[in-house]
Protein backbone atom coordinates (compact mmCIF):
# COMPACT_ATOMS: atom_id res chain seq x y z
CA UNK A 1 0.00 0.00 0.00
CA UNK A 2 1.30 3.11 -0.82
CA UNK A 3 0.25 5.32 2.07
CA UNK A 4 1.89 3.10 4.30
CA UNK A 5 5.14 3.24 2.96
CA UNK A 6 5.05 7.25 2.69
CA UNK A 7 3.73 7.08 6.39
CA UNK A 8 6.33 4.42 7.49
CA UNK A 9 9.32 6.35 5.79
CA UNK A 10 7.95 9.62 7.70
CA UNK A 11 8.14 8.02 10.93
CA UNK A 12 11.34 6.01 10.51
CA UNK A 13 12.70 9.84 9.76
CA UNK A 14 11.96 11.51 12.27
CA UNK A 15 11.83 8.05 14.89
CA UNK A 16 8.58 7.84 15.65
CA UNK A 17 7.14 4.34 17.61
CA UNK A 18 4.24 2.84 15.76
CA UNK A 19 1.90 0.30 16.41
CA UNK A 20 0.32 -1.67 13.02
CA UNK A 21 -2.91 -3.35 13.04
CA UNK A 22 -4.18 -5.82 10.21
CA UNK A 23 -7.73 -5.88 10.38
CA UNK A 24 -10.96 -7.22 8.00
CA UNK A 25 -9.73 -10.44 8.97
CA UNK A 26 -13.38 -11.89 8.10
CA UNK A 27 -12.69 -10.83 4.46
CA UNK A 28 -11.90 -12.96 1.51
CA UNK A 29 -8.03 -13.64 1.43
CA UNK A 30 -7.90 -12.47 4.83
CA UNK A 31 -3.98 -13.93 5.92
CA UNK A 32 -2.42 -12.11 8.94
CA UNK A 33 0.50 -14.17 8.56
CA UNK A 34 1.38 -13.00 5.28
CA UNK A 35 1.06 -9.71 6.23
CA UNK A 36 3.45 -9.73 8.76
CA UNK A 37 5.68 -11.40 6.73
CA UNK A 38 5.30 -8.83 4.56
CA UNK A 39 5.77 -5.99 7.05
CA UNK A 40 9.17 -7.65 7.90
CA UNK A 41 10.45 -7.96 4.74
CA UNK A 42 9.16 -4.93 2.40
CA UNK A 43 9.83 -2.43 6.01
CA UNK A 44 12.17 -4.28 7.48
CA UNK A 45 10.82 -3.82 10.92
CA UNK A 46 10.74 -6.02 13.70
CA UNK A 47 6.95 -6.96 13.42
CA UNK A 48 5.43 -9.61 16.50
CA UNK A 49 2.10 -9.85 17.40
CA UNK A 50 -0.03 -8.58 20.40
CA UNK A 51 -2.85 -10.53 19.40
CA UNK A 52 -3.56 -12.84 15.99
CA UNK A 53 -6.28 -14.42 14.68
CA UNK A 54 -8.43 -17.32 15.34
CA UNK A 55 -9.37 -18.64 11.96
CA UNK A 56 -9.50 -16.07 8.86
CA UNK A 57 -12.74 -15.48 6.38
CA UNK A 58 -16.05 -17.61 6.88
CA UNK A 59 -13.66 -19.19 9.78
CA UNK A 60 -12.79 -15.99 11.66
CA UNK A 61 -13.88 -16.90 15.22
CA UNK A 62 -11.68 -14.47 17.07
CA UNK A 63 -8.40 -13.16 18.78
CA UNK A 64 -6.03 -14.86 20.99
CA UNK A 65 -4.68 -11.80 23.27
CA UNK A 66 -0.90 -12.81 23.01
CA UNK A 67 -0.17 -10.77 26.50
CA UNK A 68 -3.11 -11.99 28.54
CA UNK A 69 -2.93 -15.59 27.47
CA UNK A 70 -6.73 -15.49 26.27
CA UNK A 71 -8.83 -15.79 23.22
CA UNK A 72 -11.79 -13.45 23.18
CA UNK A 73 -14.66 -14.02 20.98
CA UNK A 74 -17.02 -11.31 19.74
CA UNK A 75 -20.37 -12.95 19.72
CA UNK A 76 -24.13 -11.97 18.48
CA UNK A 77 -25.72 -10.71 15.60
CA UNK A 78 -23.40 -7.76 15.17
CA UNK A 79 -20.49 -8.61 17.56
CA UNK A 80 -21.57 -6.81 20.18
CA UNK A 81 -21.24 -9.45 23.12
CA UNK A 82 -17.01 -9.86 24.05
CA UNK A 83 -16.36 -13.14 25.44
CA UNK A 84 -13.27 -14.16 26.90
CA UNK A 85 -12.26 -17.96 26.82
CA UNK A 86 -9.28 -20.26 27.66
CA UNK A 87 -6.76 -20.27 24.14
CA UNK A 88 -7.88 -23.20 21.73
CA UNK A 89 -5.49 -26.09 22.63
CA UNK A 90 -4.11 -26.37 19.21
CA UNK A 91 -3.13 -22.63 19.59
CA UNK A 92 -1.66 -22.84 23.13
CA UNK A 93 1.98 -23.49 21.71
CA UNK A 94 1.73 -20.61 19.34
CA UNK A 95 1.55 -17.97 21.63
CA UNK A 96 4.87 -18.04 22.75
CA UNK A 97 6.33 -20.06 19.71
CA UNK A 98 4.58 -17.52 17.16
CA UNK A 99 6.45 -15.39 14.72
Known amino acids: QTQTYTV ?3 MKRYNVPFV ?3 NKMD ?4 DA ?3 LTQ ?3 NLGVNAAYLYFPIGAHHDFEGIVDVLGERAVYFEGESGENVVFRDVPTPLEGQIIGRE
Request: glycine share 6%.
Open 8 to 10: YRQ
Open 20 to 22: SFI
Open 27 to 30: RMGA
Open 33 to 35: DKT
Open 39 to 41: MRR
